[in-house]
């Protein structure tokens, strides 16, 4: 037997067989559901009045467990953690996040995971407290304050002098983020910051005769500048 063949089994031999015990197992997935759930009542907290989803919920939880299955089950042998790297390698997901604090609460899940998978609970604790700290503090804004996107569907060409005296009246300060013009159809999108009064915006949009619909909705996550 070579050095490399040697080197080899000694590797293999080491990582054989060196799952983890019944107890740490059941350790790790009690901490890792407990803290889990922990961000799942933070997250309910956060969104039960705008938009609570179950089934985002369900997967936070979901996402941690089958994550902490992976690190068990990649601790216990050196020829399996390949085999799931391998397997996993072929998979890709596609999803739309909805916000960045979605996306906060994804990749903490992950991470819970992962860390009681390793058994470091003093670092999983801490860092779930965190995140439902931070999925609890309030906005810091009301919802005049909070950016909006203004949706306008209608013919070209349109009046801009007084599309723009519209929303300086009702908007500290607007921007066009898109404009499509197709034909003698035109389609806007422009970002206005603390509006004051949206339902007389609607009304005077409509009145004026240049878009036959309108849409508003508040902007959520980050928008490029």
């Known amino acids: 037997m070579g050095l490399r063949e040697a080197i080899k089994t000694r590797f293999l031999n080491a990582h054989i067989g060196q799952g983890a015990s019944l107890k740490r197992v059941l350790m790790a997935m009690a901490a890792c559901l407990l803290l889990s759930m922990a961000l799942d009542c933070a997250y309910y907290i956060r969104n039960h009045k705008r938009g609570f989803s179950m089934r985002f919920a369900v997967s936070l939880t979901a996402m941690s ?78 919802g005049s304050d909070r950016n909006k996107l203004l949706a306008l569907d209608g013919r ?49 949009l409509r009145g004026a005769g240049d878009f036959h619909d309108v849409s508003l909705q508040v902007q959520e996550g980050v928008v490029d500048g």
């Open 65 to 142: 467990m089958i994550t902490l299955a992976f690190v068990l089950t990649i601790q216990s042998s050196i020829v399996v953690s390949l085999g799931m790297v391998g397997a996993l390698s072929v998979v890709r997901y596609r999803m739309s996040v909805n916000s960045t604090m979605d996306m906060l609460l994804l990749v903490g899940s992950i991470a819970l995971g992962i860390i009681c998978g390793a058994g470091l609970y003093y670092i999983a604790a801490p860092m779930a407290a965190l995140l439902c700290g931070m999925l609890l503090l309030p906005d810091g804004s009301s």
């Open 156 to 204: 070209y060409p349109y009046d801009r002098a007084r599309l723009n005296a519209l929303l300086k009246r009702h908007a500290r300060w607007h921007r066009v983020r898109s404009e499509s013009i197709h034909n003698a159809d035109v389609n806007l999108v422009i970002e206005l910051h603390q509006t004051k009064d949206e339902s007389a915006l609607i009304e005077a």
